[in-house]
């Protein structure tokens, strides 16, 4: 059971636009920057978003976060067959000392 | 650029230490304000964070796994090291090292390619 909370799956069409939450706790996105990664199969993750809707140099700007209280969202525009992969989203826990805590993942399909 | 790989045993016995090394090439591993980490992915499932370490020694674990890890770093060598010891068969996972652009950020830019771990007799 993962400590933060995302859908298990998602889907959507060739130029759609899809969007997955993220729901924690006020110990951690309440309270923390939420990190977006992108993990197509059999790769490492890839740092998409950063502290909750900053863009590391060569993401796309179809990709983009937002948070509110204590959920976030990540929003793919333009959606493209390559983007089809899990989505996770990660944040720092303050309680039991401090750890880094992620969703269970959600995984895009494509259609 | 800076890149990170991984190494060690791909294969280690119930009850005994994982020990994992990364190796970082391309930048330097001190200095530069990063948290040196290991995450870990099982088999069909999510994500987790084992810890990290700062160039300084400075240590953060995960609570869940803290009892059986041990993290640290030698910078003359470009290496930070991982040891997980009585393992048993839910420690089977890809284990990556990352780099997190700085304490409480969760915001790992750059990972290794990871290398699978099975625990097994």
């Known amino acids: 059971q993962s400590v933060l909370t995302q859908p298990p799956s998602a889907s959507g069409t060739p130029g759609q636009r899809v969007s997955f939450s993220c729901s924690g706790s006020?110990?951690?996105?309440?309270?923390?920057?939420v990190t977006w990664f992108q993990q197509l199969p059999g790769t490492a993750p890839k740092l998409l978003i950063y502290?909750?809707?900053q863009r590391p140099s060569g993401v796309p700007d179809r990709f983009s976060g937002s948070k509110s209280g204590t959920s976030a969202s990540l929003a793919i525009s333009g959606l493209q067959s390559e983007d089809e992969a899990d989505y996770y989203c990660?944040?720092?826990?303050?309680?039991?000392?401090?750890?880094?805590?992620f969703g269970g993942g959600t995984k895009l399909t494509v259609l | 650029q800076v890149q990170l790989q991984e190494s060690g045993p791909g294969l280690v016995k119930p009850s005994q230490t994982l020990s994992l090394t990364c190796t970082v090439s391309?930048?330097?591993?001190?200095?530069?304000?990063?948290?040196w980490s290991w995450v870990r992915h099982h088999p069909g499932k999510g994500l987790e964070w084992i810890g990290y370490?700062?160039?300084?020694?400075?240590?953060y674990y995960n609570p869940s796994l803290k009892s059986r890890v041990i993290i640290s770093i030698d910078t003359s060598k470009f290496q930070f090291s991982l040891e997980l010891s009585s393992v048993t068969a839910a420690d089977t996972a890809v284990y990556y090292c990352?780099?997190?652009?700085?304490?409480?950020?969760?915001?790992?830019?750059?990972w290794g390619q990871g290398t699978m771990v099975t625990v097994s007799s």
């Open positions: 990352a780099r997190d652009r700085s304490n409480r950020a969760a915001a790992f830019d750059i």
């Open positions: 391309g930048g330097s591993i001190s200095g530069g304000g990063y948290y």
């Open positions: 370490i700062y160039d300084s020694g400075d240590t």
């Open positions: 006020s110990s951690n996105i309440g309270t923390n920057p």
């Open positions: 502290s909750n809707n």
């Open positions: 990660a944040s720092w826990d303050d309680s039991l000392n401090g750890h880094v805590v």
